[in-house]
């Protein structure tokens, strides 16, 4: 598991945080502090990771990262951390517009072509 605070190129992502998966690499971002937890064979391990780094669930959501694909097909948003039904979120994908524009914003950031 690694945390992603500074800009890394999508290819090193293949290279160094691709562990457990060939095509997808889960990661959690937390949407506030803008850092993403990745590369690990559970949400819930990433997510606890960050939690222990001082973020706030409120702020956590998880994704699938397919970094193999078209830019606008890197991130699919769907994680059993997800199911929020007091933020409510009842569904494994996140369903609030703005999460989802955060999150991606957040990914184009610190995951470069």
Known sequence: MFLISEAVSKDAV???YNTYFKTMIKAVVDVHRELIAIDAELHADLESM?????SEQE???GINLFLGKDKEDWIEFTALI?????MDNRTM???DPKIRQKITE???RLITE
């Open 50 to 54: 960050l939690l222990h780094e001082g």
């Open 93 to 95: 994908e996140v369903e």
């Open 82 to 86: 997800n199911i929020r039904p007091s």
């Open 14 to 16: 293949l290279q160094t």
């Open 106 to 108: 957040v990914v184009g």
């Open 59 to 61: 702020n956590l959501w």
